[in-house]
């Protein structure tokens, strides 16, 4: 398995199962800066698209929140908003004060091929 250095992540990251090198996917290093942007941003926080963001915080702050329930939200809402991706899967890793990690795996169709098990690790500061 070969990884690709990501620089807003600042680790390897764990890149795909088939021979492709990640770096030569088309759009991948946007793709994962777009997830990236949407689990740090809250709806209404972007005045342009006050429809954009996942609202994390308020899943997480949620007193009856379930696990399930938020993992299922932000797959369906990453799926929803960037176009090109495909069985968006979201996994949440680990959750301390100073921390939130989470695991993205998806397909990605860049016009011409579809790439699949893709995997990038998304970390938020709360």
Known sequence: ???KDFSILFEKIPATTEKTD??????????VQKINHLFNTN????????????????Y????VGEKSVLEANLGNYIQSSISG???????????????????VSFSYFDGL?????VTCFIEVIP
């Open 113 to 117: 091929k579809i790439y699949d098990n």
């Open 1 to 3: 398995m070969q990884s």
């Open 43 to 58: 709806k209404g926080e972007m005045v342009s698209d006050r429809y954009f963001g996942s609202d994390l915080f308020v």
């Open 22 to 31: 990640i770096a030569m996917v088309t759009g991948y290093n946007s793709v």
């Open 60 to 63: 997480l702050f949620d007193p």
């Open 85 to 103: 991706l495909l069985k968006v899967v979201v996994t949440l890793i680990s959750y301390t004060e100073t921390l939130i990690r989470f695991k």
